[in-house]
């Protein structure tokens, strides 16, 4: 059984930093794409970036494109997510996910059902 955990998640000013980290185990990962997503309340899931299983290649959500970079360390099992110049609209509790239906380190996905795993979540919150 694949476990998620993230964690990083707190109360950050707009305009600051803050990075996310999802330890992955139970499973293989390098060959796994993986993703963040977040839901603000009373909103729909949403797409925040994704990775291929070797690192190579990355996509963004548009509202998030040139301020958050995800990246992930295969030796560590973890998928990263640096939060940059965020503001009150980026906060959510934001969820990492796990694809494991497609076998490939050069496959990533931006929808959500295309994720067999998820992590608990974590909050995140950003004044203004």
């Known amino acids: 059984q694949v476990q998620l955990v993230e964690s990083g998640g707190g109360l950050v000013q707009a305009g600051g930093s803050l990075r996310l980290s999802c330890v992955a185990s139970?499973?293989?990962?390098?060959?796994?794409?993986m993703g963040w997503f977040r839901q603000a309340p009373g909103k729909e899931r949403e797409f925040v970036a994704t990775?291929?299983?070797?690192?190579?290649?990355?996509s963004y959500g548009d509202s998030v494109k040139g301020r958050f970079t995800i990246a992930r360390d295969n030796a560590k099992n973890t998928v990263y997510l640096q939060m940059n110049s965020v503001t009150p609209e980026d906060t959510a509790v934001y969820y990492c996910a796990a694809d494991y239906r497609h076998s490939s380190s050069a496959y990533y996905s931006v929808i959500s059902d295309e994720y067999d795993y998820w992590g608990q979540g974590t909050q995140v919150t950003v004044s203004s």
């Open positions: 139970g499973g293989t990962f390098s060959d796994r794409g």
């Open positions: 990775i291929t299983g070797s690192g190579d290649f990355a």
